[in-house]
């Protein structure tokens, strides 16, 4: 979760995550893959971060909150059937159907989720899956085709619990050498029939996944830990750093190195907002 006044990006990044923006203040304009959209004050939006985007520009005044949506929580959302595929293509949701209540609750959220009480999080969380589920009640857009979506009513598509089963497995042992066979006897399902029912469902293969967690993580260690490269290739559960460094440099298009030495020399992060606000912003 967070709450803040970002800084500008001076390159794409990416995480293995949906992203859940919503703009208390300013705009901020993102160069996603595929498209470009701004978002406006009042704007909630979710994209699968999977995929590079960057927020290249912004108003001075911008505060956005939100937070990183694991896939294993997407994939329980009750959403139409349509967005979950959508999003994970590129796509990027939007709704402007919004109240004065959100930028309360963001703010409230990203508090609680930063508090060190495992119930207050829990809480954030819940709310913040409710508040996401809610946006079928409203018009929205899947940018770049702008025309709104109304909710079609009827009987909810639920995601395979199939691939929450997947994608839980690969959250806790993505740094181990795994494989389809071992995902499959965790989800209780044929190792063609995973690979099958999550790429249907994502648009990756089960290795895209495992990968993508894997950079993921290196990517976070990069920024925030002195560790070695090597190290961190074998943390993240690479088995060489030739293999490290191929990867990589395919989703960034630079090496680890040079991530390093670019994110570190970019201006630092203006301090969050550490308090809900009394009333909606202005």
Same mark, same amino acid.
């Given at each position: 979760?967070?709450?803040?006044?970002?800084?500008?990006?001076?390159?794409?990044?990416? &995480?293995? %995550?949906?992203?859940?923006?919503?703009?208390?203040?300013?705009?901020? &304009?993102?160069?996603?893959?595929?498209?470009?959209?701004?978002?406006?004050?009042?704007?909630?939006?979710?994209?699968? =971060? *999977?995929?590079?985007?960057?927020?290249?520009?912004?108003?001075?005044?911008?505060?956005?909150? =939100?937070?990183?949506?694991?896939?294993?929580?997407?994939?329980?959302?009750?959403?139409?059937?349509?967005? %979950?595929?959508?999003?994970? %293509?590129?796509?990027?949701?939007?709704?402007?159907?919004?109240?004065?209540?959100?930028?309360?609750? #963001?703010?409230?959220?990203?508090?609680?989720?930063?508090? *060190?009480?495992?119930?207050?999080?829990?809480? !954030?969380?819940?709310?913040?899956?409710?508040?996401?589920?809610?946006?079928? #009640?409203?018009?929205?857009?899947?940018?770049?085709?702008?025309?709104?979506? !109304?909710?079609?009513?009827?009987?909810?598509? &639920?995601?395979?619990?199939?691939?929450?089963?997947?994608?839980?497995?690969?959250?806790?042992?993505?740094?181990?050498?795994?494989?389809?066979?071992?995902?499959?006897?965790?989800?209780?399902?044929?190792?063609?029939?995973?690979?099958?029912?999550?790429?249907?469902?994502?648009?990756?293969?089960?290795?895209?996944?495992?990968?993508?967690?894997?950079?993921?993580?290196?990517?976070?260690?990069?920024?925030?830990?002195?560790?070695?490269?090597?190290?961190?290739?074998?943390?993240?559960?690479?088995?060489?750093?030739?293999? #490290?460094?191929?990867?990589?440099?395919?989703?960034?298009?630079?090496?680890?190195?040079?991530?390093?030495?670019?994110?570190?020399?970019?201006?630092?992060? %203006?301090? !969050?907002?550490?308090?809900?606000?009394?009333?909606?912003?202005?």
């Amino acid at each position: 979760m967070f709450h803040t006044s970002p800084a500008i990006m001076r390159a794409p990044h990416w &995480h293995a %995550q949906v992203e859940v923006n919503y703009i208390s203040r300013g705009w901020a &304009h993102y160069n996603m893959s595929g498209h470009e959209v701004t978002f406006t004050e009042g704007d909630l939006a979710l994209f699968w =971060g *999977g995929l590079p985007h960057w927020l290249d520009d912004a108003s001075d005044d911008l505060i956005y909150a =939100g937070g990183h949506l694991p896939l294993v929580h997407f994939f329980r959302l009750r959403l139409p059937s349509d967005v %979950q595929a959508r999003l994970m %293509q590129g796509a990027t949701l939007v709704t402007q159907a919004t109240d004065g209540a959100d930028p309360i609750n #963001f703010a409230r959220w990203h508090l609680y989720t930063r508090s *060190g009480d495992p119930m207050k999080a829990s809480l !954030a969380v819940d709310e913040l899956l409710l508040r996401i589920e809610r946006i079928r #009640f409203s018009p929205y857009s899947l940018l770049p085709d702008s025309r709104p979506v !109304a909710d079609a009513g009827g009987l909810d598509h &639920h995601a395979s619990p199939i691939v929450v089963r997947i994608c839980e497995y690969i959250a806790d042992n993505f740094r181990e050498d795994i494989d389809s066979v071992d995902i499959a006897v965790a989800a209780d399902v044929h190792p063609k029939y995973a690979m099958t029912v999550f790429k249907k469902s994502t648009g990756m293969t089960l290795n895209d996944y495992i990968n993508l967690m894997r950079l993921s993580y290196a990517q976070a260690m990069l920024m925030h830990d002195d560790a070695s490269v090597l190290a961190i290739a074998m943390e993240s559960g690479f088995g060489s750093l030739s293999a #490290f460094n191929k990867s990589f440099r395919k989703v960034a298009g630079m090496s680890p190195s040079d991530f390093r030495r670019d994110v570190r020399g970019r201006p630092a992060v %203006q301090m !969050a907002v550490q308090s809900a606000p009394d009333r909606p912003y202005n």
